[in-house]
Every structure is written in structure tokens, then in C-alpha cells.
């Protein structure tokens, strides 16, 4: 059973840097073909993918974020880490971590989720 | 940048067939694919690769997906199927490749 669980601060201030970390189970980054991402979604709002992970290290960003956000992983410890620059209270969401396994270089669906970690930009 | 529209908001009846439409040009020839949201909770996966149901998804969801429409179906809808309904595609686009989701669809069951 593939498990993925956010964690990270609960609250920032403006201009802070955004650190998350996804621990997972159930399989590992180093399978060909497996990926990590992040999915956000500010209260009432929809989805907003912002980046992924995959085995082979080559990551995919959000046009209109790539120059605030990172992504790492680190395989012997299951887990995978965002961090996003100057964060403003428009970033105010809840942030999801998702896996994906591609097969014969078809893109996969996010499947599954964890259950998300909200976090507020507030002065 | 790839842009998928959806409508706000769907009511059904109890029983009766719920259609949400995705919306984007030539959608049809990418892979769309549906996740169920219900309050308070994370997305769940309903529909992959434009029709093909995931394990554990009622038989009652399907999907399509042509020209510029991608559907998601749900027959004989319950109470339990209230939640937000999203699309999200896959988009190549201009050499930065990523994912796009439409605005979702809050389906009320009356």
C-alpha cells in the first residue's frame, strides 16, 4: 500500500522561504519510471500542480513558479523535499504530496495523495 | 500555457446521471484524467486515461474524451457522490512540460 504524508510548518511570515517534506512507503524513488510531486490548493479554491520528482533526479517545475521552488529527494530516506522562496499570503494553502509511475513513457495520473499539510503566509 | 475549463457548479437529482465537462482546445488528443474531491478531504483518483476506471471505482463513473470535451459520467448518482470533481491534463507545452488541472466542478446531489 503506497502512503505519502506531508509535513512542515503550520505558519510563515511574508517573504519566508517554504520548507515541505513528503515522507512515503510502499515504493521507492529509485524504480524506473516513479515519481513525487506537489499539488496545492488554496482554501475554496482548485488544484495547483507545482512540481515533480523523478527517479532518475529530472525535474518538472510550474512555469509560472519555477523560480521559487525546489525540489530534492532523498532516496534512503524515503522522502522528498519542496522548499519555495518569498512566500506571500496569496501561497496560503494546503500543500499535497502525490506519487506517479510511469509505464512505457506514458504519463501517468497523480495516484495516490497524501492528505495534505495547510499552510498560512500571515504577518 | 494549456488551459481546461470547467463549470463551477452541477446539481442532480438522486438516481439521475451526472455529466461534467472538460473543456480545452483539441483536448481529445491528450489523456484526461478526473479526481473526486469530497469536503475535507484529499483528491481521489475516479477516472485514468480518459475512461479507464482505477481499482475500487464504482462502475457507475465513466468517461470520454473527443474533440474538445472530455466527460466525466456518473450514473445514478447518490448523496455520496457531492464533492468537487477536477480534469487535469498533461501538457507539453513549448518545451516545459506540466500538469494542468481544470477549476474543478462542485457537484451538488439535491
Known amino acids: 500500500q503506497i502512503t505519502l504524508k506531508e509535513s512542515g510548518p503550520p505558519l510563515l511570515t511574508p517573504t519566508q522561504t517554504l520548507t515541505l517534506t513528503c515522507r512515503f512507503a510502499?515504493?521507492?524513488?529509485?524504480?524506473?519510471?516513479?515519481?513525487v510531486g506537489w499539488i496545492r490548493q488554496p482554501p475554496g479554491k482548485g488544484l495547483e500542480w507545482l512540481a515533480l520528482i523523478y527517479w532518475d533526479d529530472e525535474k518538472r517545475y510550474s512555469p509560472s513558479l519555477k523560480t521559487r521552488l525546489t525540489i530534492t529527494k532523498d532516496t534512503s530516506k524515503n522522502q522528498v523535499v519542496l522548499t519555495m522562496t518569498n512566500m506571500d499570503a496569496a501561497d496560503t494553502a494546503t500543500y499535497y504530496c502525490v506519487h506517479s509511475h510511469m509505464v512505457r513513457g506514458v504519463v501517468p495520473p497523480f495516484d495516490p495523495w497524501g492528505q495534505g499539510t495547510l499552510v498560512t503566509v500571515s504577518s | 500555457s494549456y488551459v481546461v475549463a470547467q463549470t463551477p457548479s452541477l446539481s442532480v437529482a438522486p438516481g439521475q446521471t451526472a455529466r461534467i465537462a472538460c473543456g480545452g482546445d483539441n483536448i481529445g488528443s491528450k489523456s484526461v484524467h478526473w479526481f473526486q474531491q469530497r469536503p475535507g478531504q484529499a483528491p481521489v483518483l475516479v477516472i485514468q486515461?480518459?475512461?479507464d476506471r482505477p481499482a475500487g471505482i464504482p462502475e457507475r463513473f465513466s468517461g470520454s474524451n473527443s474533440g474538445n470535451t472530455a466527460t466525466l459520467s456518473i450514473s445514478r448518482v447518490e448523496a455520496g457522490d457531492e464533492a468537487d470533481y477536477y480534469c487535469q491534463v498533461w501538457d507539453m507545452g513549448n518545451d516545459h512540460p506540466h500538469w494542468v488541472f481544470g477549476g474543478g466542478t462542485k457537484l451538488t446531489v439535491l
Open positions: 486515461y480518459d475512461f
Open positions: 510502499g515504493f521507492s524513488l529509485t524504480t524506473s519510471g516513479v515519481g
